[in-house]
Each structure stands twice: as C-alpha cells, then as structure tokens.
C-alpha cells in the first residue's frame, strides 16, 4: 500500500498553461506538506497544512495555490508556469502532535517548455 | 531563521568502508529535530536516521549512527560498511519541535560508493 502518493509523477507543460499536481496519504495524518526541489537538488518547503488549514506559507508566488479538500488530501494548483517553475514537488505528511517524521511522497517531476 | 549546512557537496568511500558526513546547523532554539534523509536517483527521499536534541545519547540504525554535538551545532552521519545501494543524495534536515514546521534542508552531499 502506497503511504503518499503523487499524480502525476511526470508532468511537461509549456509556459502560461495551469497545472495541477495531485497528492493523497492513507497514513491518517492530519498535516499536510508541499516542498520543492529545483535543478540543484536543493529542497525547500512550500506550504503546510494542518486539518484543512493552511500553516506555512513561505515566499512563494501567489501563481501557487493550494487546496485541502479534506485531511488526506492535499493538491497544488499553479497558474501560469514560467520556466523557472521546472522542479520536483514532493508532497509530505505527518502527525501535528507527532510532526518531527514527515512521510514522503515520490515527487511530481514538472518540466516547464 | 535557521539553516542547515552540509559542507561536501560529494564524497567517495571504498566498499565496506565508513564514511562520515558532515552538517552544520544555526538555531536559536533549544528544542528541535535533526534528521538524514536518503535520496536515491529514484528521488524518494528515505528517512535514514533521527536525533532529538534534549537526547544526549546518539541515534543508532543499524549500520546508521550519528554524531551529534549540541554545543557546537554540529550533527554528522555515519555509515558503516558501506554498500553498493548507500549511493546516493543526503540530506541534513532541521526541524523546530513545535507545529507543523516544515522541515530545512542542508544541500546535500552526493555519496558515491567504490566497488
């Protein structure tokens, strides 16, 4: 059984279209992770939610949105892709009274033409 | 804020052999999470070993141990007898022990293994 899933795990898509990247955890956590990882291999977290609530919103462009639909899910709308948008994006969950182990999905690789 | 450094960006270590790598890490905080994370070319990123930092007492998974210098801020990886599948990416990761803090990376060291 997949504990965090992603779809898609490949996503190529040209510059100015909207994307969506899908994430699900059958774990029963209730927090919910968007990091992303760019050419260099450097991670960085994007978002955290907690029971539908967003937490942490790092300086990220407001072309990104998330969506919580409920606690096992968590997806990452992003509206007009530039270039510099081509990263993995790995979605992470874990429990709030529990949160120093996060679980990790496979990464959605996007490449942005 | 804090930050994480890993100051090799690669390292290459005989079959069999150990190999350390280094983190560094700056905090004001004094209670938190230390983590190593495994990346292979897959890119799942694994979980090889954690270290809470009011435990003086090092972390041990296997052939996994760290070294963890509170004081000095300082939070090493050891790998013993190295094996072929250890090839890969680690990452140092910090986490502030409240919340849903997301976690902070260091930029990882490549580690390639030597038949």
């Known amino acids: 059984d997949t504990a965090v899933s992603q779809t898609p795990k490949y996503l190529v898509t040209q510059m100015g279209n909207d994307k969506s990247i899908k994430c699900e955890q059958n774990l029963g956590h209730d927090t919910m992770y968007w990091y992303k990882q760019d050419s260099k291999k450097f991670l960085k977290i994007m978002f955290s939610?907690?029971?539908?609530?967003?937490?942490i919103n790092e300086t990220v462009p407001n072309r990104f949105s998330p969506k919580s639909p409920d606690k096992a899910h968590l997806n990452l709308h992003i509206n007009s892709l530039e270039l510099g948008d081509s990263a993995v994006y790995f979605c992470a969950s874990s429990h709030w009274t529990a949160s120093y182990e996060q679980y990790f999905g496979p990464g959605t690789r996007l490449t942005v033409t | 804020a804090q930050t994480v450094t890993q100051s090799q960006p690669e390292m290459s270590v005989q079959e069999a052999e150990t190999v350390t790598l280094s983190c560094t890490y700056d905090?004001?905080?004094?209670?938190?999470?230390l983590f190593w994370y495994k990346q292979p070319p897959s890119r799942q990123m694994i979980l090889v070993i954690r270290?809470?930092?009011?435990?003086?007492q090092n972390a041990t998974e296997n052939r996994f141990s760290v070294n963890f210098q509170k004081a000095a801020k300082s939070f090493s990886l050891k790998i013993s007898d190295s094996q072929l599948g250890d090839a890969a990416m680690y990452f140092c990761a910090y986490r502030s022990a409240g919340g849903a803090d997301g976690l902070t990376f260091g930029k990882g060291t490549h580690l390639i293994i030597q038949p």
């Open positions: 905090t004001s905080e004094s209670d938190y999470y």
């Open positions: 939610y907690n029971n539908k609530e967003l937490i």
């Open positions: 270290q809470e930092a009011y435990k003086q």
